[in-house]
Antibody
Framework: EVQLVESGGGLVKPGSSLKLSCVAS????????MHWIRQAPKKGLEWIAL????????YYADSVKGRFTISRDNSKNTLYLEMNSLRSEDTAMYYC???????????WGQGASVTVSS | IQLTQSPSLLSASVGDRVTLSCKGS??????LAWYQQKLGEAPKLLIY???SLQTGIPSRFSGSGSGTDYTLTISSLQPEDVATYFC????????FGSGTKLEIK
């Protein structure tokens, strides 16, 4: 069974940094691309980043480009999202998700909550 | 590509046939998926590539469409189908629709 477990969320001040982790199990992590998706309170879903299985390519939404960095450690079955220069509008639940070959998210974690507030 | 879902809120009775709509601002070339999100849970993939049912999803869910217009149909609404449904396109960029909240009347 595919399992994705996010951690590292919390309450931070505007302008600060935070790093989320997502530990994967139940599949060959090193063979699949991975996504980060976020959902602001009472809002819809926003895709924010994708990394290929071998880290050869990384893509970002314009809303986070230059501030967020997606990375992975295949030896640890772990996906990361480093978030810098955080803003109040970054407040959201952050989900990691496994990618199918078509860039469809076919398994999701339970989410990590990030609140940016002074 | 921007996705517009309608209606934003849908109320139907158990056993009803329910249709949710998703319209793209450009041709999506059938690269469209549907997700179900129940309250307090992560989204779950229902349909991908317009009409391919994800493993384990009940056959009462089906998808159709082409070009810019796509539909998710629930053939006989069940109480456990109460959720918000999002469409998602992966033809040009990666974007989600704003969702349709489905309630039981």
């Amino acid at each position: 069974e595919v399992q994705l477990v996010e951690s590292g969320g919390g309450l931070v001040k505007p302008g600060s940094s935070l790093k989320l982790s997502c530990v994967a199990s139940g599949f060959t992590f090193s063979s699949y691309g991975m996504h980060w998706i976020r959902q602001a309170p009472k809002k819809g879903l926003e895709w924010i980043a994708l990394i290929y299985y071998d880290s050869s390519n990384k893509y970002y939404a314009d809303s986070v480009k230059g501030r967020f960095t997606i990375s992975r450690d295949n030896s640890k079955n772990t996906l990361y999202l480093e978030m810098n220069s955080l803003r109040s509008e970054d407040t959201a639940m952050y989900y990691c998700a496994k990618s199918s070959p078509y860039y469809v998210m076919d398994a999701w974690g339970q989410g990590a909550s990030v609140t940016v507030s002074s | 590509i921007q996705l517009t879902q309608s209606p934003s809120l849908l109320s139907a009775s158990v056993g009803d046939r329910v249709t949710l709509s998703c319209k793209g601002s450009q041709n999506i070339n059938n690269y469209l998926a549907w997700y179900q999100q129940k309250l307090g849970e992560a989204p779950k993939l229902l349909i991908y590539n317009t009409n391919s049912l994800q493993t384990g999803i009940p056959s009462r869910f089906s998808g159709s469409g082409s070009g810019t217009d796509y539909t998710l149909t629930i053939s006989s609404l069940q109480p456990e189908d109460v959720a918000t449904y999002f469409c998602y396109q992966y033809n040009n960029g990666l974007t989600f629709g704003s969702g349709t909240k489905l309630e039981i009347k």
